[in-house]
Nanobody, 120 residues
Framework: QVQLVESGGGLVRPGGSLRLSCAASGSIFSINAMGWYRQALGKQRELVATITSDRSTNYADSVKGRFTISRDNAKNTVYLQMNSLKPEDTGVYYC??????????????WGQGTQVTVSS
């Protein structure tokens, strides 16, 4: 059984920083792309950033220059460094990973979500 576990959310003032982590565990053969999505109250889930297995990255326009996605393949972990946070960054952040399990077909997995609140 494969699972993603996120950590690092919390309450931060505007202009502050947070670092999210997401670790994949279980019977994993390999991991393709990993990414972060977010969902604000009353809105649809949206892409924040993605990173491929060879570390090519893609960002939403709203976070370019402020957020950095990275990954540690040895630890099956993806990170999101968030700087210069704004109130509009508030939401539940979800980790996503396209994983090839050892005994199943390639599947998209989601974490349980971690709350990020930017407020003074």
């Amino acid at each position: 059984q494969v699972q993603l576990v996120e950590s690092g959310g919390g309450l931060v003032r505007p202009g502050g920083s947070l670092r999210l982590s997401c670790a994949a565990s279980g019977s994993i053969f390999s991991i393709n792309a990993m990414g972060w999505y977010r969902q604000a109250l009353g809105k649809q889930r949206e892409l924040v950033a993605t990173i491929t297995s060879d570390r090519s990255t893609n960002y939403a326009d709203s976070v370019k220059g402020r957020f950095t996605i990275s990954r540690d393949n040895a630890k099956n972990t993806v990170y999101l460094q968030m700087n210069s946070l704004k109130p509009e960054d508030t939401g539940v952040y979800y980790c996503n990973a396209n994983i090839i399990p050892r005994d199943a077909d390639t599947t998209d997995y989601w974490g349980q979500g971690t709350q990020v609140t930017v407020s003074s």
